[in-house]
């Protein structure tokens, strides 16, 4: 499978049970783009439908997993109105619509969950970042390798974010779920494991290593027998109501970016630069909210 545009897929070279998918952005650190979502999908039906292929590796090629949203396609830009998006589904700037906003994230949720749905398992491979949106990629994987340096979670959870694919209450119980959403901290490797969160951490000598014995143990199990096991799985997340969860996780995503504080953060990063705005927001220093957050919305764009 030659004909991708961010990701790559091939069997491994040493085991021919085991599929290698790639996040193949490195110069962006794999950032996601309108493209990979979909080449995501369709590189894991791809695997899905060859009779070969017992488990799925996914990685991240060059310094990192996934550090997600592009923010130079998503995010920056210098709009006149308020409220204003580009949008991939339309060919023209609209004011915005938090349902075509929702279908636009919906439908990226429903390709990163391709990884869970899938009958064979997933495995995610995670070196450097796997945040933000990359945590969402990774966190739809059955299960994770990390080295123990490696940082997982989603910092825009703090302004500008909600996790569409909403993960973490399932992977890792609500009170650290609510830890991780309230600080917008990350967490390493190592942490990642104490927690539950990933199944191994290694330093990064071993990752390579330790992640294809995994794979090589899975991959000498029938496909049958893994579709089933994953399946019995699976339901009980559905009977927790995963969808429905994901439902209102997409639609407060669009909101988070288009209230007063979604706003200021999107002004101050067009005048100041994300990397600024983002360090506001790492920083732990308040975010501007409601009526102050108007009122330096008004001010940024009138340039005072």
Known sequence: MSDFETVTIAMDETNERVARLVLNRPEKLNAINSTMPKEIRQAVEWAEKNKDVHVIILEGAGRAFCAGYDLNEFAEGDDPDTIKEDHPCRQEKTPWDPMIDYAMMKQNTEDFMALWRCAKPTIAKIHGYAVAGGSDIALCCDLLVMEDNAKIGYMPTRVWGCPTTAMWTYR????????????GDTINGTKAEEWGLANISVPLADLEKTTLELADRISGVPNSHLMMHKLVVNQVWHS??????????????????HNPEGMWFRRYAEAQGFKEAVAWR????PIPEGDEARQLVRDMEKGT
């Open 172 to 183: 890792l119980g609500a009170t650290r779920a609510k830890q991780l959403m309230f600080t």
């Open 240 to 257: 927790m109501g995963i969808e429905q969860t994901q439902m209102f996780a997409t639609v407060f995503d669009g909101v988070t970016r």
């Open 282 to 285: 790492d920083s732990g220093k």
